[in-house]
């Protein structure tokens, strides 16, 4: 009995005290926000207190919080045991509901928040991330209302790592915990190759049908002419990429994968065009630097996938072959007349491209590929003028250049090495809606043999000669008519004069008339069907004249 006694006398200050730490919480939990802010160490030895589940609460009062879900202050003492339900404080009490509900919250959420340097609260007291939050109502007080939050301009403390902190203004990032902001993203690093286009073209032919003489040879143009064998070959394969490295510098190159350099040798690569365009802000004054075409005459200046006949004629092909070198060149155009080379360029239309109202440059004069062998530099001018007469385009232009160029010949051949080489062209042309004309003539001087025949006593025949500066000249004359995706043509040159590329220079005496259509199936797809006439001289001694007929055709891929 006494022992029952004593442990009832002592059960009482306990439910006394326990009565008192319920009321103590009840006052504190509408501030903790306030106290959210306070150092580390207290706020884990609050964690560090866990405390019993609390017993099955009474249905609380209307207004009144749950005394039974009332946090309790954290404490370093072992809790008494717990008194009966009688002597427990009951739920609805008016002194802890008084004590509750400060009059004032929001003014006291204006005070200024923790000092930035204290050490942010590892979690929030009232409601640790990694416990269970109350369900009941108690929890309400935990935050404070929207108008008793901290204004968006005041600081606010950084975000515990399980959780944002009490507190915190609108607008930052503990509205939603566990978020961190983005830096901005970092510009992508431009290199000059993302500012590079690719296009390109390849041309498949075949000249054998109806070929009534293997000896009619064209040794500067399409090689596939004559001989005994035959089949399809690849005329060009060519890959160009080009792009703006700046504003003010363009980049040009296009190499042929299926050049055919001498002999039986076919389908080396070889660089085409390699240079580079410097031009004035206004793009009217460029400068190109490297290997490039020649300003000289019309037809040389048209790409290979633009022009109707299957080869440039020997008239003005025989100035400079493959139409390129390696030289300085200026080109000078104004803006309109720019656009109009533009438009000119198209496919039906059959223009050059923009190579200037004005041309002019200095070059080696042994032409693309070859090494340079003297010191003389060619100079070439060109003026050319595209404007719109009625409702057809007509373009008239001239050019010309002056040299030393110094030929390949064999021993028995008599004559210098170095010869004089000059020429000067006109051009008159007539775009194609939908009829179309294109004429041009040239003349010149240049080394050409003078080829002589020796009898031997053993009835053989020697041949030997004299190179010589002689005069040369030819021209031709295309005639076109657009009829919708198809274009028939016919062109008819000639040119008598010497071929300094070739060993010896010899004399030539070239005529030929080319019947043909052009069907542009599709933008990456075109055919061309044409059907030769010639009479051309044979490159090699006895330098014979070959005559002859065939019909040729060509497939042609853009892309």
Known sequence: MTFRGTSRHRGAPSGALRFLFLVAAGCAAPLSPLLSPLPAFAQEGAAQAPEPPPPAPAPPAPGAPDASTTPRAPTSEPSAPAAPTDSTAPSDSPAPTDSTAPSDPPARSDSPPAPTDSPAPSDSPSAPADSPAPSDSRSAPAAAPPSARTPDSAPAPSAPPNGPAQGAGRGSGAEHPGTIEAPPPEKPTEHFFDRIDVRGYTQLRYNHLGQTNPRLVNVQGDKSWGGEGGGFFLRRARIILYGKLHPQVQLYLQPDFVSAPSGDSLNFVQVRDWYADISDPSTEFRVRVGQSKVPFGFENMQSSSNRLPLD??????????????????????????????????????????????????????????????????????????????????VEVGASGYVGKYVIKKD???????????????????????????????????????DAREVLQPDGSRVFTG????QFLHGGYALASLVLGDFIPYVRGFYYEGGKKHETNA??????????????????????????????????????????????????????
């Open 312 to 393: 440039r004629s020997d008239a003005l092909n025989s100035a400079v072959a493959n139409e390129r070198d390696i030289g300085l060149f200026f080109y000078y155009a104004p803006v309109e007349v720019r656009r109009r080379f533009k438009l000119l360029g198209s496919s039906k239309l059959k223009g050059t491209g923009d190579y200037g109202m004005v041309g002019l440059g200095i070059y080696n004069g042994q032409t693309a590929n070859r090494p340079e062998k003297n010191e003389n530099k060619h100079v070439v001018a060109r003026v050319t003028y595209p404007f719109q007469l009625g409702e057809q385009y």
């Open 466 to 469: 004299e190179v010589r500066e």
């Open 506 to 559: 010899p004399s030539y005496t070239v005529r030929e008339v080319e019947l043909g259509v052009e069907w542009q199936a599709i933008q990456a797809l075109e055919l061309v069907g044409a059907y030769t006439i010639a009479e051309r001289t044979f490159a090699e001694p006895p330098y014979e004249l070959e005559s002859g007929r065939l019909f040729r055709f060509q497939l042609q891929v853009n892309y």
């Open 411 to 449: 021993p028995e051949i008599g004559g210098g090495e170095e010869f004089r080489d000059a020429r000067a062209q006109a051009t008159f042309v007539l775009y194609p809606q939908p009829f179309g004309l294109q004429v041009e003539y040239n003349i010149g001087v240049g080394p050409e043999l």
